[in-house]
């Protein structure tokens, strides 16, 4: 069927109105760490105590934490675990494992390997972890109602660093906390994605007041109820903090911040009809990362957004590759959208996308039949349905264009490759 650029916004705004009162669940809280609240540090029994001030929680290379090498996480289940808790612990872990090269591996009693995360059970909290690697043993616990697979990824966070999103120096300009006796208190240095990111599995939800209120009013919820798992930025994020290598080393940088390496790896997709090289920027615009091309000699990222385009100068992101699109056992390439399977795809952004958690935006790319210019655009992934939506948007100069015929970009694994060049497999008896 074919539909026209009004029917195809008809649709996407059907799809908004009819998730736009998804009802709010369970309150979700964390105990992770307990001095993270502003006022009086409560304290749990047992766990060890971070130190009170920021530094000790800047999550990288601190006094007291360290990322985990080669991103190997030792861990023991402890007796308190029920075999429906291991159940859901081993679906965090998958979580992990299936979007980022971090692995999870059995801590074996005696082993010369001291430093490994115990996995237990306690009921007077929802949830709590050391940050970071410590040395030594640590803990990641989940109890009550909240002994979940999500609320084990979201402690899992933190002992991979992860800090909450609504701790971030700048989430005053995301949230509120004006109903709020007792908020969280914000962190510097934490490793985040230079977007604010509601549908972090590290963000309390929305509304709950340890989270906050979202300062817009379209952003109905967030935080871990809202997703299933990592958000796309939450694994951007650890995929960077654990120098992930194969389909996870693309990494998106922002504008302000591109080095001389970063500029030697911006993936260049093509060129213009004057010759220029074309690259893939995204930005933020309607509370949508929006992929499109790089302006180089402007320093903007053109894009098109609801049929409009714009010239983005600011919160601009470069997609790059390093080691090439062709290496490390794996290759990124545009593919027919018809034919892309799951999951191996590029994605930019993830549910909420009109309030529904179920769509992803991801780099699409096409020829105009015409002119045979190329474009950059955003093709929506619809996850509970497998399969992109049927028209892709793009811009090409100053003007919008819909295609069906349409490329997503992905990246393809050489698996014979990554058995005999992926660290944890050489090293580890998986
Ligand atoms: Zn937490």
Redesign the pocket.
């Known amino acids: 069927m074919a539909m026209t650029k009004n029917i195809y916004k008809k649709v996407v705004f059907s799809l908004y109105t009819l998730t736009v009162y998804f009802p709010f669940a369970t309150c979700y809280s964390?105990a992770?760490p307990d001095d993270w609240l502003s006022g009086s540090a409560r304290v749990q029994n047992g766990i060890p105590e971070q130190e009170d001030d920021d530094s000790a929680h800047a999550h990288i290379n601190t006094r007291r934490g360290e990322v985990w090498p080669n991103g190997i996480v030792k861990y023991k289940f402890h007796s308190s675990l029920t075999l429906r808790d291991m159940f859901e612990v081993k679906k965090a872990f998958e979580e992990f494992h299936s979007k980022t090269c971090v692995r999870f591996v059995p801590w074996k009693e005696g082993e010369r390997d001291r430093d490994f995360v115990s996995i237990e059970v306690d009921n007077k909290i929802c949830?709590i972890?050391n940050v970071c690697k410590i040395g030594g043993k640590q803990y990641a616990k989940f109890g009550g109602e909240c002994r979940t697979m999500t609320t084990m990824v979201?402690?899992l966070g933190?002992t991979l660093c992860l800090a909450?999103e609504h701790q971030r120096s700048d989430r005053d300009d995301y949230l509120n906390f004006r109903n709020c006796s007792e908020h969280p208190r914000k962190l510097r240095n934490t490793r985040h994605s230079s977007v604010y990111d509601y549908a972090s599995q590290?963000h309390y939800e929305c509304g709950f007041c340890g989270g906050g209120w979202a300062t817009t009013e379209d952003i109905r919820k967030c935080g871990p109820d809202f997703s299933r798992g990592l958000s796309i930025l939450d694994v951007e994020v650890i995929n960077s903090l654990y120098n992930c290598q194969g389909c996870q080393r693309h990494r998106w940088v922002p504008l302000s911040s591109l080095t001389h390496s970063d500029k030697a790896n911006m993936y260049n997709f093509g060129v213009t009809t004057d010759g220029s090289p074309l690259y893939i920027c995204r930005a933020l615009i309607l509370r949508q990362l929006t992929p499109g091309i790089y302006d180089e000699a402007n320093q903007a990222c053109n894009l098109t957004i609801d049929f409009i385009s714009h010239n983005l100068k600011d919160g601009v992101e470069l997609l790059t590759i390093p080691g090439g699109p062709n290496a490390q056992c794996s290759n990124y390439q545009f593919v027919n959208q018809a034919e892309v399977v799951p999951n191996n795809f590029v994605q930019v952004q993830g549910g909420p996308i009109f309030n529904n958690p179920y769509l992803s935006i991801d780099v699409a790319y096409a020829v105009k039949p015409a002119t045979g210019e190329v474009a950059i655009g955003k093709a929506l992934w619809v996850e509970n349905e497998k399969r992109y939506w049927d028209q892709a948007e793009f811009r090409i100069g100053s003007e919008t264009y819909t295609s069906r015929d349409y490329k997503v970009l992905c990246c393809t694994n050489n698996r014979d490759c990554m058995i005999e060049q992926t660290f944890y497999t050489s090293k580890l008896d998986l």
């Open positions: 964390c992770t949830g972890s979201h402690e933190h909450h590290m």
